[in-house]
C-alpha cells in the first residue's frame, strides 16, 4: 500500500474551508486555543460532516492522520 502526504491546505480543502496560507491562520488563530481535554473532533466549530471525517480518519490511522494531528496540535 501507498502512502499519501498531505499538507495542511489539503485538509482544509478536504474540510471544505479556505485553504490559502491566510485562510489557514485566521481559522486557526480564531479557534485557538482549544481546553486541553477537548478531542479535536469534539470541537464546537466542526460541522458534523467534518467532525466524522476527522474522527474516521484518526481511527483509521489513514494518510490524514498525520496532518489532523498537526493541526490538532496547532489548536491546543
Do not use: K, T, Y
Request: hydrophobic residues 45%.
Amino acid at each position: 500500500m501507498e502512502n499519501s502526504f498531505h499538507h495542511f491546505c489539503d485538509l482544509f480543502a478536504q474540510l471544505g474551508l479556505p485553504s490559502d496560507e491566510a485562510g489557514i491562520r485566521g481559522f486557526i488563530s480564531s479557534h485557538r486555543p482549544l481546553p486541553a481535554d477537548m478531542r479535536l473532533a469534539d470541537a464546537p466549530f466542526w460541522s458534523p460532516a467534518q467532525a466524522a471525517l476527522l474522527r474516521e480518519q484518526v481511527r483509521q490511522d489513514a494518510d490524514w492522520a498525520e496532518v489532523i494531528d498537526q493541526l490538532n496540535a496547532a489548536l491546543h
